[in-house]
């Protein structure tokens, strides 16, 4: 073991997407950095076993399927085949396998030193790094084998979640499965119940849906993802059932019984039962922070483990930051990654401009996609903010008519005094995409004007905005909103 800690300016206990952006965000400082991660693989749930490999199961589901031809007049490409899970998910690894070696390359090129192993606190400055397996400074062509003790003047705790594993299920049994593990399973089941109906278990729902199994979707609310525009999950519900999804909302699971081939009965609050061939459980996350010794920190733990942070995401010690699933919700890759940057920016003086904004927007993956940034309707209710709502759908969009899409739609929510944006909220084919027009409008203060002025290519799915912003413009007015797109062609 080393006698002196080697010292850093920041270090970061955590290799995933958050951790990543966080070692390159300082590195291109010059800032010295030590990243400790205790997977094997760096990359985190977000490219070993969530984001990534669900989205891109999702698209090999999507291509497997059919399903987007089938939108097609006189176009059948549905499944002709007994697809094996096999089938699917060679895509997954060899895309897994791509960002893993480019994020080492990444680490390696900006001279980061990365340890492997679990990282703990001694005090609020220094950390423990116990080896769980071959241990690695990238910088350095070898390392002493045993504990190492690194000092950082900062601190981002990026560890990540895990799923919850309720008690009520055998997970140990044969065809019981969370998030982590439904990506080994080794066929498609007839029949699967997903129990939570938040992102994970809507994603996934959809996903093997599409692919001809029979999907129950059980959650106790009464709706479906409350955090989005009630329109917009409304919509959302009716599509992903008409794609096959059975909803079981209300609804709580009392037991799980049977096992392997014999089938799994669930016994629901309702007093109804469910027969199914196998379970996915996406009954929320905890963080992943049992293993930091956060108390000899001074760190302070809500509930799951979540770390509460300040809006620089700051922890209530000064020096130590958090970012990304280990602070909750929305627990994206995506909001994962720019909280890091934030975090260390402001740890280390990078901040290049005062008044970062807290837009970041929420992309769902469900089939069809939803995409939303800004306020809802029901918050701006809440706030007492007169406002106006613009729509545009996809079938009355060239763009849209082209690809089949009957249930797109754009939203736009604009402040009524000034016209500002205020919101921007999408369902259909590239949700999560077109979202960034209004991103990028909302960044910069605009009003409707700019989407007026705007010329879009055609056909296009980007002209949905001055599509939705002439009917915004015409209901402001008490105009009839029909000529709407026609005004916009």
Do not use: W
Request: charged letters at 20%; glycine letters at 10%; one cysteine or more.
């Amino acid at each position: 073991m080393q006698t002196e800690p080697k010292a850093y300016d920041l270090v970061i206990i955590g290799g995933g997407p958050a951790g990543i952006v966080a070692a390159a965000t300082a590195k291109a400082s010059h800032k010295t950095v030590a990243l400790v991660d205790s997977h094997r693989e760096l990359g985190g749930a977000g490219v070993n076993t969530g984001t990534v490999p669900s989205k891109t199961l999702r698209e090999t589901a999507l291509a497997l399927s059919g399903i987007e031809a089938r939108k097609l007049t006189g176009v059948d490409l549905s499944l002709k085949y007994d697809v094996k899970v096999a089938d699917f998910m060679r895509h997954e690894q060899h895309v897994k396998a791509g960002f893993n070696a480019m994020i080492s390359h990444l680490l390696k090129s900006h001279k980061a030193d990365v340890y492997m192993g679990t990282g703990s606190f001694m005090d609020p400055h220094t950390i423990r790094i116990q080896p769980g397996h071959a241990r690695q400074a990238m910088d350095q062509s070898s390392t002493a084998e045993g504990e190492i003790v690194l000092r950082g003047e900062s601190v981002l705790i990026a560890t990540g979640s895990s799923p919850l594993r309720p008690a009520l299920f055998p997970f140990d049994s044969a065809n019981i499965y969370d998030s982590d593990t439904i990506l080994s399973l080794d066929g498609l089941p007839e029949r699967m119940a997903v129990v939570g109906a938040g992102v994970v278990g809507s994603e996934y729902a959809c996903t093997f849906a599409i692919l001809g199994t029979h999907v129950d979707l059980i959650d106790g609310r009464d709706v479906l993802l409350p955090f989005l525009d009630a329109e917009v999950s409304r919509a959302l519900t009716a599509a992903m059932g008409r794609n096959g999804v059975v909803f079981h909302l209300n609804e709580n699971i009392l037991d799980c019984r049977g096992r392997g081939e014999s089938g799994i009965r669930l016994y629901l609050s309702s007093g109804s039962t469910l027969m199914v061939d196998a379970v996915l459980v996406a009954a929320g996350r905890k963080s992943n922070t049992e293993k930091l010794n956060l108390a000899a920190a001074g760190v302070a733990v809500g509930e799951h483990g979540v770390i509460p942070v300040d809006d620089h995401f700051r922890t209530c010690v000064p020096h130590i930051y958090a970012a990304g699933d280990v602070i909750g919700f929305p627990a994206l890759a995506s909001t994962s990654m720019e909280q890091a940057r934030r975090a260390v920016s402001h740890a280390l003086g990078l901040e290049s401009r005062v008044g970062i904004s807290h837009l970041l927007p929420n992309g769902i993956y469900t089939i069809p996609e939803v995409s939303m940034v800004g306020e809802t309707e029901e918050s701006l209710q809440k706030q007492g903010v007169d406002y106006v709502v613009g729509r545009a759908r996809y079938q009355d969009n060239a763009r849209g008519r082209i690809i089949g899409d009957t249930d797109g739609f754009l939203k736009l929510l604009f402040r009524r005094e000034d016209m500002k944006l205020l919101g921007v909220h999408i369902m259909g084919e590239q949700a999560t995409e077109i979202v960034h027009v209004g991103l990028m409008a909302m960044l910069s203060g605009c009003t409707a004007d700019v989407f007026i002025e705007a010329c879009f290519n055609a056909p296009t799915l980007g002209a949905l905005y001055k599509n939705a912003t002439i009917d915004a413009r015409l209901s402001a007015s008490g105009a009839n909103a029909a000529s709407s797109e026609l005004a916009a062609a």
